[in-house]
């Protein structure tokens, strides 16, 4: 008979822990993306509004007014690129990550 573990979902302690891993990491990149300046410290690109995320709740974005996005982050200590969120103002809503370059 096959455990859990055999799925590759280990114990529910370290499923627990895990978890609580992702939401401290997930409360670190909020307080990273909420951080308001008139311009992207990274692109330049001047603030344009802040729009509320459903999981990250209000963030202010940047560049406009087709396009805004939020402040590139790293999403992992290893990533060569940064990553920031699209919010499509044509459409009327957040697309995925959108990556750049780091140089």
């Known amino acids: 008979m096959k455990t859990i573990q055999d799925f590759g979902y280990g114990t529910r302690v370290e ?5 609580h891993e992702m939401d401290e990491a997930k409360s670190r990149l909020s307080s990273l993306l909420a951080a308001k300046h008139e311009a992207c410290p990274v692109t330049g690109m001047p603030f344009f509004m802040t729009i509320e ?5 209000d963030l202010p974005t940047y560049g406009g007014p087709f396009d805004s996005y939020t402040i590139p982050v790293k999403l992992t200590e ?3 690129h940064l990553s920031r969120l699209r919010f499509d103002h044509d459409l009327g809503g957040w697309r995925d990550w959108d990556m750049v370059e780091c140089s």
């Open 15 to 19: 499923n627990l822990y895990r978890m």
């Open 53 to 57: 995320h459903p999981e990250y709740g």
């Open 78 to 80: 290893d990533a060569d």
